[in-house]
């Protein structure tokens, strides 16, 4: 009874359930679930950052213009939670580490995209050509 004790969430099934938890773990227990809740509640689909710097991106690529457009709006609708739900709406995409990956243009260009799941973010950091695709300088985005 003089233990300290939170209600814990299970947010994959919903189910609650009350368990002994150490003081010290949950000031940090508190904070990832609140996170995650406001994430929920406060971001419904992806926030795209930033729609300038996609533009200008594509204006070094005049044709794939209308293409970044099109991801653009259907980045924004979606509810990314995890790689496969991505793979939904754009089937070639890959991840690495925190980095996804899309093809561009029939595969002659690569978007390359910072992902946060739980606050459902995207940073738009590189439209690059299979050549600078390969040099693999995008990877410092990926830890």
């Known amino acids: 009874m003089g233990q300290d004790c939170i209600l814990r969430v299970d947010f994959q099934?919903?189910?609650h359930s009350?368990?002994?938890t150490p003081p010290e773990r949950t000031a940090g227990i508190v904070r990832i679930m609140l996170a995650r809740l406001l994430s929920l509640c406060e971001h419904e689909c992806v926030n795209v950052i930033s729609r300038t710097?996609?533009?200008k991106l594509a204006a070094k690529h005049p044709g794939?213009?209308?293409e970044l457009t099109q991801?653009?709006?259907a980045a924004?609708?979606?509810a990314w939670l995890q790689?496969?739900?991505v793979r939904r709406d754009f089937a070639s995409a890959d991840q690495v580490g925190t980095v996804l990956i899309f093809d561009v243009s029939h595969n002659a260009l690569r978007l390359i995209v910072r992902v946060n799941y739980t606050y459902r973010t995207l940073y738009v950091k590189a439209l690059l050509t299979h050549k600078e695709y390969d040099r693999k300088e995008w990877m410092k985005w990926a830890r």
């Open 13 to 15: 099934s919903a189910k």
């Open 18 to 20: 009350q368990s002994p």
């Open 53 to 55: 710097g996609l533009m």
């Open 64 to 66: 794939c213009l209308k």
């Open 71 to 73: 991801w653009y709006r």
């Open 76 to 78: 924004r609708k979606a």
């Open 83 to 85: 790689l496969s739900h």
